[in-house]
């Protein structure tokens, strides 16, 4: 069985550039995280949907933060425009229900130069 | 606020040696409690979930405890190895089982 698919696994932009982030949950998985996580620090939670609604996203920066779950299957991130401080893995997660075991993407490293 | 905390934040210890990561939280109204592990580079590899009703989980080297009363889970590992080496990260579901609140992690070193 495949795991979560993250893309890219690396990017790196100049500040003010916008970035996007994908990421395919493991089949039949209802449930669909995005996470940020700095250096030395555990994940933080930035989204979490429940099939095509996102019914958690008290912690999305909206001012320059976007997220999309289309038909309730894949999923984007998108920063516009990135700043200093944005640097940072991006991680993805799904769940078959919420509060059920998640399982993690290998992230995306931004680098925001 | 969930707050999770991990003791100690390194360890270092040569192998065979068993070993036990610490993991507390203030709030013991949780949903269940997960343990991973983190490579260098890497996600997060789920290794045990134990259901809030649990007492413990076991997976092969490694058994999970948790005593919610007391806001406290412990991840023991039987028989280190170097393959072992890694961060081990706990996370406690509260809400329902709506957020999960991690911990900053143990980053293990087992020397040869």
């Known amino acids: 069985e495949a795991g979560v698919v993250q893309s890219p696994r690396y990017k790196i932009i100049e500040k003010k550039q916008p970035v996007a982030f994908w990421c395919n949950p493991i089949s039949g998985h209802n449930t669909l995280y995005w996470y940020l996580q700095n250096l030395g620090q555990g994940p933080e939670l930035l989204i979490r949907?429940?099939?095509?609604?996102?019914?958690?996203d008290s912690q999305l920066p909206k001012d320059r933060f976007s997220a999309e779950r289309l038909k309730g299957v894949d999923s984007t991130l998108k920063i516009q425009p990135a700043e200093l401080g944005d640097s940072a893995v991006y991680l993805c997660?799904?769940?078959?229900?919420?509060?059920?075991?998640?399982?993690f993407g290998p992230g995306t490293r931004l680098t925001v130069l | 606020k969930q707050e999770v905390t991990q003791i100690p934040a390194a360890l270092s210890v040569p192998e065979g040696e068993n070993l036990v990561l610490n993991c507390s939280f203030t709030d013991s109204a949780i949903y269940n409690l997960q343990w991973f592990r983190q490579d260098p580079g890497k996600g997060l590899t789920s290794l045990l979930l134990i259901q809030s009703s649990q007492r413990e989980q076991t997976s092969g080297r490694l058994n999970a405890s948790l005593d919610k009363s007391s806001g406290r889970s412990t991840l023991y590992i039987a028989a280190s190895q170097p393959g072992d080496s890694a961060t081990y990260l706990c996370a406690v579901f509260t809400g329902g089982g709506n957020k999960l609140t991690f911990g900053t992690g143990t980053q293990l070193k087992v020397e040869l």
């Open positions: 997660a799904s769940s078959p229900g919420q509060g059920d075991e998640q399982f």
């Open positions: 949907y429940e099939n095509e609604e996102a019914v958690d």
